[in-house]
C-alpha cells in the first residue's frame, strides 16, 4: 500500500519479526567470523565465559532485563511497554540458542571471515534501524539506547556509541576479572562500536525515504 506521500506503507509488527530474527543471526555471525562479538551482545557474552553452566541466550535475556529495568528507574514510573520489549528479548534469546548450532557449521577461511564480518554488520544495522521505525517495543538492548537518546535530549547516534563502547569496557573488566585476561573483544567488535550508531543512522535515514510503518501502538509511538 502507498501513501500520499508516495511511501510504501509496512507493519510494524512484520518488521519487529524481521528484526528480532536477523539481529540474533548477526550478532552470531560476527562472533563465527572471529572478529569479535557485537557489542550488545559482549557483556552477556562475557557472563557466559565466565558462568558457562548458563546459555548465551539465557545470559542475553538476563542482561536484557536489567535493561529495562534500569530504563523505568530513570524513566521513574512503570511503563508497561518496557515488559513487553523483555518478551521480546526473550524470544530473541532463544532464538540465538537455536540458531547457534547452524551458524557454527559455517565455513571458515580468512575471505569468509571478512564477508562473515561484514554481512553482520549490515545485518545489525538494518534490524536495529527497521527496529527503531516498528512503533513496538524491541529488544532492551536495542530499545535502550533508543529510549535514553529521549531521556536525555541527545542525539541517538550520540547515545548508541556510548552505549556500545560501555558494554565493551564492561566485557573487558568481567573476562579480566574472571578468566585472568581479555576475551570476545575483536578489532571488528571495537570498529563496529565505533560506528555503528552512524550506520544505524544513515539506514534509517534511507528507509524514512521509501517507507512508513504502521502498528497497533503508532498513535502512541514515535519514530527515531
Known sequence: ???????IALRGELALVVMVVLNSMGVLLMLHSGSGISAISS?????????????????TYIFQGF???????????FVPAYLFSFVVGFVFGELMDLEEPFIDQLPLSIPLRVFYFVLSYLILCFGIALGNRCHLPITPTDLFPRELSHLIQKPYARVK?????????TTAV???????HIQGLGIGTVVAACT?????????????????????????????
Open 174 to 180: 568481567i573476562t579480566m576479572v574472571g578468566l585472568g
Open 1 to 7: 500500500m502507498n501513501t500520499e506521500d508516495n511511501k
Open 196 to 224: 555503528m550508531g552512524k550506520g544505524i543512522s544513515l539506514i534509517g535515514s534511507l528507509l524514512d525515504k521509501r517507507f512508513v510503518f504502521h502498528s497497533v501502538l503508532s498513535k502512541r509511538s514515535s519514530v527515531n
Open 67 to 77: 535493561l529495562v529495568l534500569i530504563l523505568m528507574v530513570l524513566s521513574h514510573r
Open 43 to 59: 557483556v552477556p557474552y562475557a557472563f557466559q565465559l565466565v558462568f558457562p553452566k548458563l546459555t548465551l541466550g539465557t545470559w
Open 161 to 169: 556509541i556510548t552505549f556500545d563502547l560501555t558494554c565493551l569496557a
